[in-house]
């Protein structure tokens, strides 16, 4: 990859490989137990490519469902930085539980969503719209 905090590439393929239809795998560089945010924005980034490819090819009205997975895990990747790493704007703090994947907005986690601020769900919801 071309960013800075990104693995360098190892192989690229555009041989279907189960449900890919394309793969790129990354040489890491350093240990992966502890990542930057800026290290997670450029694997985001680079995730997105394949999508981004096919819109500069085809164009927006020949997109095609090969980056599904890549969406699902830059989702996942973007809303753990919001509610689980503190990386947002929201401030330094974890909104959901490492074990569980339950999120936790205020009040008892055992009383269920209705004890959820609706303020601060929205406002990961507005983290997650880069």
Known sequence: SVLKSHDEVEKITLTPRGGAKGL???TP??????LSRS????RIITTLGGRAAEQVVFGDPEVTTGASSDL?????????MVTRFGMSNIGP?????????QIFLGGNMSQGSEAFAENIADRIDDENDY
């Not at 560089?29 to 502890?34: A, R, Y």
């Open 24 to 26: 790129t795998w990354f």
């Open 29 to 34: 560089t350093e240990d992966q137990s502890l």
């Open 39 to 42: 290290a997670l924005l450029a």
């Open 72 to 80: 699902q895990q830059v989702t996942n990747l973007a809303r753990q």
């Open 93 to 101: 703090i974890a909104l959901e539980d490492e074990n569980t994947g």
